[in-house]
């Protein structure tokens, strides 16, 4: 039952990232016509609730499908299994959540 809680909330979790990436995709290529420098981005990012959002929510959907994926390639590649799996699977996104919540705060706070 497990797995098939964490491949649904993967799958969700895809189905989150893909209008985030191709939104983020499209502010790249917009800031990189426009000649945008680091610095004029994070001039328009920083104070702004709405990146902090978009970002934050972009943030938890990559670490939640990142660390299942993780999960299944090292049950697969390395044969690790129960307590150990899960406290990989479970410091994998805490980690990836820290660093990109951490990210997403330096750019626009």
């Known amino acids: ?3 098939l809680r964490l491949y649904m909330a993967q799958r969700l979790s ?5 209008p985030l990436t191709l939104g983020h995709i499209a502010v790249m290529i917009y800031a990189i016509q426009d000649g945008l ?15 902090f959002v978009f ?18 390639i090292v ?5 690790l299994k129960g307590l150990a799996l899960e406290v990989f699977m479970w410091l994998t996104g805490l980690l990836l959540l820290g660093t990109g919540l951490r990210a997403v705060l330096a750019v626009t706070l």
């Open 1 to 3: 039952m497990l797995d």
């Open 14 to 18: 895809a189905m989150v990232m893909i």
């Open 37 to 51: 420098s680091a610095a004029e981005i994070l001039g328009r990012t920083q104070g702004s609730v709405i990146w």
């Open 55 to 72: 970002y934050a929510v972009f943030v938890l959907a990559v670490s939640l499908h990142a660390s299942i994926g993780l999960r299944v």
């Open 75 to 79: 049950h697969e590649t390395l044969g």
